[in-house]
């Protein structure tokens, strides 16, 4: 079965750290970007951060930029987000999605091909 599976969320406090991760099974992640994304309630899914295949490329939306690190492990067929210094209004359910072609815009979510179930974040004191 084809899948991609977040892991890593929960409630911590203003100013602590959380990471993501996101396993593919059942394909290789090697051929793909990897973006994450998230999604308050009532508000639209925004583009987190990307990687490109290699990892040689790298974006951040403007709200994480310098706290949030994106990466990638291929030989462990899994990607990661590092969240620093996390801020209440970074709750959200985070989710990954995997796209084999290049994007002109990496935070275009119709392009991807494959998304996991997401994974809650909460900051809160």
């Known amino acids: 079965q084809v899948q991609l599976v977040e892991s890593g969320g929960g409630l911590v406090q203003p100013g602590g750290s959380l990471r993501l991760s996101c396993a593919a099974s059942?394909?290789?992640?090697?051929?793909?970007?990897i973006g994450w994304f998230r999604q308050a309630p009532g508000k639209e899914r925004e583009g987190v951060s990307y990687?490109?295949?290699?990892?040689?490329?790298?974006y951040y939306t403007d709200s994480v930029q310098g706290r949030f690190t994106i990466s990638r492990d291929n030989a462990k067929n899994t990607a990661y987000l590092q969240m620093n210094n996390l801020k209440p209004e970074d709750t959200a359910v985070y989710y990954c999605?995997?796209?084999?072609?290049?994007?002109?815009?990496?935070?275009?979510?119709?392009?991807?091909?494959?998304w996991g179930q997401g994974t809650q974040v909460t900051v809160s004191s």
């Open positions: 059942g394909f290789t992640l090697d051929p793909y970007a």
């Open positions: 990687i490109s295949k290699s990892g040689g490329r790298t």
């Open positions: 999605a995997a796209v084999s072609t290049y994007l002109r815009n990496p935070w275009n979510v119709d392009a991807y091909e494959y």
